[in-house]
């Protein structure tokens, strides 16, 4: 860009004149209520820049970055004063070169908030992962202080940076945002569900909510569900909008979408007993009144912190404030209205579960937590609903484990029939297309009769462990009982489910061999009784495999049919043998 397009002072009012802000949604994953919106710059094509980095790189060399950023800031927030909807955030993206111009100063922006009458906590900075460890003790002074002054702070793009979980460390972020990048097709692309979900866990565990970017399909949706994302932004809930009328308190094709996809998790669910209802403080609580709730609580040694729509925000110990509460003076000084401590001094993050997610999921994040927690908190739709302690979690973990046992095949350990009717039902629920896959041995109960059940139990397990040495950690893979098995894949090609099959027919081929004596092996076949008791040559053992495709236009009550059909067929043929359900 040319110097003569340099924007000086006198010219700024220019700018503002020609840019305006987009607001995109970030909605709630479960229940599709608006939380927060982006403001994304428009019109800077109309200043003759091909993006938002070439408009903000001439700002910085020129040295007026932080002048600029200011008028765009009270532009965004005045703008967003106007969106009539309770208790949402302005995500705000944050330009890290701020820290290096020669006018930064801290405040500024509790001015503008206080003149608009908005609080501190409606604002959440984005700060993008590129470039900013490059001067660690700046980026850190900088956090600090916008998060002493009670503002959220977001890590943009994440991931998307070589210093991403240094920045996350360094940060104590509230929030961050995984990069379009990772989201797109994540359905499709099990790499990505993996890295997405270990992020996603991690977070959680640091107390961090993580919202997805940038999610278009209907299918990138439900594993971000899956996967226990907080909240969601992209097209597929709403495209940037400069009409702030255009934006909806929330957004129906979201819970739509998410009770379609609803499991049957009825043996997954928190009984209500469990959770235990502690009496919370609101954030604007002063620091005599947190004194006061422990007195009156005795028996607490921490307290929940909300906001005054009943999210949680984080939790105090006491033992942090121990020092103050116990000294001569501290009762007096928390009682004098000049001694203005704020609760936010004392606040914590911590470990929260939605109570959606269910007891498995709860009691994952909480083994990964590890004995630093004395249990887990629990909300509902992101509303705070009580604690589940180490002891009830105990109680939790036991009980689901008996039911597991009960539902599980006893020598392979797993799923057994009431899982499968389970998939099966939501695999018709589902927009998603399914495929599944039933494996029959061949010539199973001569082999068995032969060479006696204990044998027959070795092929089987054999079997067990193929199925899950060759398949990904979220295919479905069951045990219908004796020789029969069962695996369910979700967003897969057809041509990716029966390459692997294959493949699994032909590992369970080569290594059942071993199961036979060398004149067997020989012979290719065993000789004995069939279930007439004619002695006859059975080939050795093999398995055969029937591959049935479920999509939206799939009916359910055509299904026997096509099983029992495809099953018979397939004991014809050495390789995978395929159909789909119709309407």
Known sequence: MSSSKLFTDENLSLLLDKLDYAFQPIVNTYNGKTFAVEALIRGYQNLGFQSIPDLFDNFFEKK?????????????????????????????????????????????????????????????????ENGTMQNKIMVNKILNNYKSEGYNIAIDDFGTGISG???LYLSEAHYIKLDRFFIRNINKDSRKKLFCSSIVDMAHIMGIKVIAEGIEEIAEYYTCKDINIDYIQGFLISKPTINIEHIKSSYDNIPNLFENDRRNKSNN????????????????????????????????????????????????????????SYSQYGLALAQNVSFKSKLSSYLKQTLSIEISWGIDKTLEMFNLKGNQSKGIFVTKNGKY????????????????NLEIAQNQNPLTKLPGNNQINNFLNE???????????????????????????????????????????????????????GDD???????????????????????????????????????????????????????????????????????QENFDKIIGKIKKDSKEIPVPMGSCILM
């Open 64 to 128: 007026i970055l932080y002048k600029v950023d200011l008028l765009l800031r009270r532009k965004a927030i005045e703008k967003f004063k106007y969106i009539k909807i309770e208790n949402i955030k302005l995500f705000y993206n944050l330009d890290n070169r701020l820290l290096f111009m020669p006018d930064f100063e801290k405040g500024n922006t509790t001015k503008i908030l206080q003149e608009l009458n908005l609080k501190q906590d409606s604002i959440c900075f984005e700060i993008t």
């Open 165 to 167: 979980l240094e920045l």
């Open 269 to 324: 669910l928190i009984d209500k007993d469990y959770i235990e209802y502690i009496e919370p403080l609101n954030i604007n609580s002063s620091l005599h009144d947190l004194f006061l709730y422990f007195k009156e609580y005795p028996n607490n040694n921490f307290v929940p912190i909300i906001n005054e729509y009943k999210t949680l925000i984080g939790v105090i110990h006491e033992v942090d404030i121990k020092k103050i």
């Open 385 to 400: 609903a009580g604690f589940i302690n180490v002891n009830n979690l105990l109680s939790l973990s036991y009980k689901r």
């Open 427 to 481: 695999s018709f629920k589902n927009e998603q297309i399914t495929h599944i896959v039933y494996f029959d041995f061949n010539d199973f109960k001569p082999f068995n009769d032969y060479y006696g059940f204990r044998q027959g139990d070795r092929a089987i397990l054999i079997f067990s462990e193929l199925l899950q040495k060759h398949l990904e950690k979220d295919t479905f893979i069951a045990h219908i009982g």
């Open 485 to 555: 098995f069962f695996i369910g894949f979700k967003n897969k090609e057809f041509e990716f489910v029966y390459k692997l099959i294959a493949q699994i027919q032909e590992a369970f081929k080569n290594n059942v061999s071993s199961l036979y004596n060398e004149k067997e092996l020989q012979n290719g076949y065993i000789l004995t009784k069939d279930r007439f008791g004619v002695q006859r040559k059975f080939s050795l053992l093999s398995v055969s495999s029937a591959i049935i495709e479920i999509s939206n236009k799939s009916k």
